[in-house]
């Protein structure tokens, strides 16, 4: 007899909320003025970033979660590099990730121990890449775990395409792009016709509640981050 369910590995891209202040007057007034960009982001797993603070005590968790939830933003999963906010984390049903900004384990350096500067460069990174022939349907999602990815056909409205690495569209793209998804602040995403839902960059995303310029709307262009900021820039002006 067929089991009722399976218990299978999965990999679900999740948006980081970075949390920069504790006042939560300031955070309902952000909400509340971004409310018709962030309702596009309701079914998406979200990710709570409280690496800007040091103590689980500083932080009124309860009162925070019920205004993200108020929002139709349910946190899943917190995330910060010390330990001892596992203990928060369980408490509020949360799951913990215990990676730093980068997507690194955080390590720390033995008392005692002095830190010596290898005079060797670190080696490059070699990825693989991942290439899809066929459009990509609604609904689906195609990630390509450290590596880049391409895409040849159309990424459909309520598609989504991640990569660690970068993300090229050689036909239009309609759906969501995510890349950098491990971190990599450095990848970026190329389109050949831009029309995306949303875009994101190592966990910083911008959605698209009106059409873009006339130079960049259903033209071929380069997304990239730019002091931690989205660009977004048509090919033939670098070309």
Known sequence: MKPAFDIKSARLN???????????????????????QYCELSDMPLLLDVQAFDSPDNLDLDSLLGLFAEHSLPIGTLRHHDEQWQAAARAHHLAFCSDNANGEEHKRLPENTQHETPNTPPAPVVRQTLVVEKPIRT??????????????????????????????????????????????QTSRIFAQSMQA????????????????PPHLHRQAVQVYLQKE???IAALSEII
Not at 16 to 23: F, G, H, P, V
Not at 197 to 212: C, H, K, M, N, P
């Open 229 to 231: 900021r989205l660009a």
């Open 14 to 36: 999740a948006l980081a909320i970075q949390l920069n202040t504790t006042d939560l007057a300031a955070i309902r007034q952000t909400l509340t003025e971004r409310a018709a």
């Open 139 to 184: 609904g689906q999602q195609v990630y390509a775990e450290n590596a880049d990815l391409i895409v040849l056909g159309l990424v459909n409205e309520g598609a989504e395409v991640i990569a660690d690495g970068h993300i090229h569209v050689y036909a239009p793209l309609r759906g969501r792009a995510l890349a950098g998804a491990g971190g990599d």
């Open 197 to 212: 839902e949303l875009v994101s960059i190592a966990g910083i995303y911008r959605t698209f509640d009106q059409q873009l």
